[in-house]
């Protein structure tokens, strides 16, 4: 009887930090995180302001978390790659995932870009460093791929700046593409664009798709 109730409490409490970050995210997005209100957050949300410091302590912690969990879904597809593993398949994998990322969490990645224009203050401490190692890990490992001859001598970090800038613009600057395009990219448009994308960066390391 015990268990099952842990059980149905972990359940509601996941139930409810996701309705908590869904609602964060669409208030930071609209009024970045100095206009953003706790009480906003949970108007939106439909739960009492109480249930917010429950589970996040704070409008900072609640933030916090929403950018972790933004690093996280981002990271995911390259996180257990390891040198054994065929860099053109990890490599296109990771392409596909940020840019998917970006047309189904916009918002997310919007909240991100506007953090790091604004100087990154809440990624420092705990979040900078997580960040840091992680990227130091990626370049380690596409330079050992680099040594192996599987793929083209470049500086690893600037591969990653490439990816992470191409794939994040469809979100961060969708109103451009939209205004160019002169309408939103349909499914098979943005699979084209994704594709190119893959195309392109994995050409310039010597690889094919």
Not at 37 to 60: C, G, T, V
Not at 101 to 108: L, M, V
Request: proline letters at 3%; a neutral charge.
């Amino acid at each position: 009887m015990a268990k099952a109730t842990a059980t149905q409490s972990g359940a509601i409490r996941k139930k409810n930090e996701t309705v908590i970050l869904r609602a964060a995210t669409n208030e930071f997005v609209k009024h970045g995180y100095q206009g953003t209100s706790l009480q906003a957050i949970a108007d939106r949300a439909e739960l009492p302001k109480a249930n917010i410091l429950y589970y996040f302590k704070s409008k900072q912690g609640l933030y916090r978390a929403l950018l972790e969990d933004i690093l996280a879904m981002w990271n995911d597809a390259f996180e257990h790659t390891t040198a054994d593993d065929d860099p053109a398949v990890a490599i296109s994998a990771y392409i596909r995932s940020k840019m998917r990322y970006s047309r189904s969490h916009p918002k997310s990645s919007r909240i991100f870009a506007m953090e790091i224009i604004q100087g990154a203050p809440n990624l420092k401490d705990n979040l900078q460093f997580p960040v840091i190692e992680w990227s130091k890990q990626k370049c380690s490992l596409i330079q050992t791929w680099i040594d192996q001859g599987k793929i083209q001598p470049i500086e690893p970090i600037y591969l990653l700046f490439l990816i992470w800038g191409a794939t994040q613009f469809y979100a961060d600057f969708d109103t451009e593409v939209r205004m160019i395009h002169g309408k939103a990219l349909s499914v098979e448009e943005f699979s084209q664009a994704e594709q190119n994308l893959v195309d392109i960066i994995l050409r310039g390391i010597g690889l094919t798709s």
